[in-house]
């Protein structure tokens, strides 16, 4: 299993070839994924814990609710996975598109074990990666909510770039005030230098 695949991370498969499904599940858990796979996708909106770290291979035609059309119900519903589409060359259009909406990749069949495997990496570092922005950003929320009203003034003009005696000036207080809240400031945010400060203030405001 690779070192960076998150231990609870599934791979939901969606496709109407049983065979196609029994051979991607064989593929990913020979590998160190959990897998699950889904008939259509009715049967995944109504059995996929969609909670949980997970990651999308979805056929793009399938009767019924094709994977695009899965792919845009999970968006509208704010659930949106990372997804690679499985397609052959006619449909290369649409899952281009579909990118453009957010989807993640998509591969042409047939395709190599390895290349779907690679998908599949990208795919689990790119959800890891933003689960762990996530986890920062509400970090730097819940730390940015410690501070008092002056706290917080001082913080905006040391993170504008502003010196302790021109904070001072225009709060109207002391240096050695300043200083102290500054002090405060750090203390709270778990921030050694000002461009760790910089850095989590704009992790707190980044739209994740």
Same mark, same amino acid.
């Given at each position: 299993?690779?070192?960076?695949?998150?231990?609870?991370?599934?791979?939901?498969?969606?496709?109407?070839?049983?065979?196609?499904?029994?051979?991607?599940?064989? #593929?990913?858990?020979?590998?160190?994924?959990?897998?699950?796979?889904?008939?259509?996708?009715?049967?995944?909106?109504?059995?996929?814990?969609?909670?949980?770290?997970?990651?999308?291979?979805?056929?793009?035609?399938?009767?019924?609710?094709?994977?695009?059309?899965?792919?845009?119900?999970?968006?509208?519903?704010?659930? #949106?996975?990372?997804?690679?589409?499985?397609?052959?060359?006619?449909?290369?259009?649409?899952?281009?598109?579909?990118?453009?909406?957010?989807?993640?990749?998509?591969?042409?069949?047939?395709?190599?074990?390895?290349?779907?495997?690679?998908?599949?990496?990208?795919?689990?570092?790119?959800?890891?990666?933003?689960?762990?922005?996530?986890?920062?950003?509400?970090?730097?929320?819940?730390?940015?909510?410690? #501070?008092?009203?002056?706290?917080?003034?001082?913080?905006?003009?040391?993170?504008?770039?502003?010196?302790?005696?021109?904070?001072?000036?225009?709060?109207?207080?002391?240096?050695?005030?300043?200083?102290?809240?500054?002090?405060?400031?750090?203390?709270?945010?778990?921030?050694?230098?000002?461009?760790? #400060?910089?850095?989590?203030?704009?992790?707190?405001?980044?739209?994740?």
């Amino acid at each position: 299993m690779e070192a960076n695949q998150p231990s609870d991370a599934v791979i939901y498969i969606v496709d109407d070839d049983e065979a196609m499904r029994s051979s991607l599940s064989f #593929l990913m858990k020979a590998n160190g994924y959990r897998c699950k796979t889904f008939s259509d996708a009715s049967d995944f909106l109504d059995n996929a814990d969609l909670s949980q770290a997970a990651v999308g291979v979805f056929d793009i035609r399938m009767p019924g609710m094709t994977g695009l059309e899965l792919f845009d119900t999970l968006k509208a519903k704010d659930q #949106l996975i990372p997804i690679v589409f499985v397609t052959g060359h006619g449909d290369v259009p649409m899952a281009v598109e579909a990118i453009k909406n957010g989807a993640l990749d998509f591969i042409l069949k047939p395709f190599d074990d390895q290349e779907l495997l690679g998908h599949i990496k990208d795919a689990v570092d790119s959800m890891t990666a933003n689960r762990e922005r996530q986890v920062l950003k509400e970090t730097a929320l819940e730390r940015l909510a410690t #501070l008092t009203d002056r706290e917080n003034q001082v913080m905006e003009m040391v993170v504008a770039g502003n010196a302790n005696k021109v904070i001072a000036f225009d709060l109207e207080v002391s240096q050695r005030t300043v200083e102290i809240h500054r002090a405060n400031v750090m203390q709270k945010m778990g921030c050694r230098s000002l461009a760790q #400060l910089v850095r989590m203030v704009m992790i707190a405001r980044s739209e994740i």
